[in-house]
């Protein structure tokens, strides 16, 4: 059973910046696919962005030039860089990982709360 945890959420006002970090139980391995989730009150989890054992990013259109999520899979941390933050970015943000032949695992997640 992998484990994730999330770091990193609060409060901010609109405009600024947050980093959340997820860090894995177990080593990152190839083919791991990996990705950052919210869930904004009422309604449904969306994909924020997701990031492969290659670097190759995917990111939600509402998010694309504000965000960018990165990996360091020696310390088996993904990392997510939120810039100009928005009101309508205030959600729980969730990690998951996928692992080749395991399947995929979730986090507990995280609060971001933006203010205007």
């Known amino acids: 059973q992998v484990q994730l945890v999330e770091s990193g959420g609060g409060l901010v006002q609109a405009g600024g910046s947050l980093r959340l970090s997820c860090v894995a139980s177990?080593?990152?391995?190839?083919?791991?696919?990996m990705a950052w989730y919210r869930q904004p009150p009422g309604r449904q989890r969306e994909l924020v962005a997701s990031i492969t054992t290659d670097g190759s990013t995917n990111y939600g259109d509402s998010v694309k030039g504000r965000f960018t999520i990165s990996r360091d899979n020696a310390q088996k941390t993904v990392y997510l860089q939120m810039n100009s933050l928005k009101v309508e970015d205030t959600a729980v943000y969730s990690c998951?990982?996928?692992?080749?032949?395991?399947?995929?695992?979730w986090g507990q997640g995280t609060q971001v709360t933006v203010s205007s």
């Open positions: 177990e080593i990152i391995v190839s083919g791991t696919v």
């Open positions: 998951s990982g996928y692992w080749p032949r395991r399947g995929t695992y």
